[in-house]
């Protein structure tokens, strides 16, 4: 099961890197809302386990960070559906009979 979510949590990881803009968005909101979405990435990162302790935490981070990071790109933002990379991921974990979530 560990390997199952530490795999999960990576393929959100990496879906949600790769909506870090490749320049800072230009008003004040954007950026702060960019670096609040960065340190959310970074935590999971840096930690190392992948969701190994708190799986449903660790993805829950990732999720602030993508939410973080559409708001950034404004209402006019549009992602094309078709493209996997792009494509919003969540993830929800069955927690083991006798597990603590």
Not at 3 to 16: F, G, I
Not at 50 to 57: F, K, L, Q, S, T
């Amino acid at each position: 099961m560990i390997p199952l979510w530490q795999k999960n949590t990576r393929t959100l990881h990496e879906s949600v890197v790769q909506l870090l803009p490749s320049t800072p968005p230009t008003d004040e909101h954007g950026r702060r809302l960019v670096d609040e979405a960065r340190q959310l990435i970074d935590l999971v990162r840096l930690d190392g386990s992948w969701g190994v302790h708190n799986p449903r935490y660790t993805q829950e981070l990732l999720n602030q960070a993508r939410g973080k990071l559409m708001e950034a790109r404004g209402p006019a933002a549009t992602q094309p559906a078709a493209s996997p990379a792009t494509r919003p991921v969540s993830l929800v974990l069955p927690v083991p009979k006798g597990a603590v979530p």
